[in-house]
């Protein structure tokens, strides 16, 4: 139940395409749900996060769609650039928890030029 | 403001040996974590801290031990080196009034134990 399923493993894109990533929880308690990007030698970096009272979040050319009922949220890569080849992770997490994290196994994306 | 910083960068061990890996942050965050980073494993927790003299286990705790005795320093103690703990850790730290959690990662530390 603490699970988080992060799927593809591995991935890759042509310049300007949209990748997606997808995750997919059991615990309904989880409440926040963010993505992290890591580059390689590097620790990863919070990209983009939602809660589930919206459905769709936006920053820049990152979007995460969320679905509450499926139990799945996504992370979508608008006009992708070899620039956003990295590591990205999909956690969850609940209140009272001390703020800890439940990670999913990563997708290593490579954006082809 | 130098954020989360790590030392040493890279070490290697031979079974049995002990070492302590170190964590700072200028951030005065209260909240702070190690992780492990196994290939295509994800993150997993292996202590965390809630404030200075606070510290409680996460999801892999053998094996290591951690103390918090500032705000700043969190360091994570190896006592008998195993394969097994060949890894890269992190460590991170975040501000409980941050509405979105975020926890900010220092630059890790890579152990081979031999």
């Known amino acids: 139940q603490q699970q988080v399923k992060q799927s593809p493993q591995s991935l890759i894109v042509q310049k300007g395409g949209i990748p997606i990533i997808n995750c997919a929880y059991e615990n309904t308690a989880f409440d926040y749900f963010p993505w992290y990007q890591q580059f390689p030698g590097k620790g990863p970096a919070l990209l983009i996060a939602?809660?589930?009272d919206v459905s769709e979040k936006k920053e820049g050319r990152f979007t995460i769609s969320f679905n509450k009922s499926a139990k799945q949220f996504s992370l979508h890569i608008m006009d992708s650039q070899p620039g956003d080849s990295a590591t990205y992770f999909c956690a969850a997490s609940k209140t009272g928890s001390n703020y800890q994290l439940i990670w999913g196994a990563g997708t290593k994306l490579i954006i082809k030029p | 403001n130098a954020g989360v910083t790590q030392t040493p960068k890279f070490r290697i061990l031979k079974i049995g040996q002990s070492m302590t890996l170190q964590c700072a942050q200028d951030?005065?965050?209260?909240?702070m974590y190690w992780y492990r980073q196994d290939p295509g494993m994800g993150l997993k927790l292996i202590y965390y801290s809630v404030g200075a003299g606070i510290t409680d286990k996460g999801e892999v705790p053998n094996g290591y031990n951690v103390s918090r005795s500032t705000t700043e320093d969190f360091p994570l103690r190896l006592e008998l080196a195993a394969p097994s703990q060949t890894s890269v850790y992190f460590c991170?730290?975040?501000?409980?009034?941050?509405?979105?959690?975020?926890?900010?990662f220092g630059p890790g530390t890579r152990l081979t134990v031999l």
């Open positions: 951030m005065n965050h209260n909240y």
């Open positions: 939602i809660r589930p």
């Open positions: 991170a730290s975040s501000s409980h009034s941050s509405s979105y959690n975020e926890q900010f």
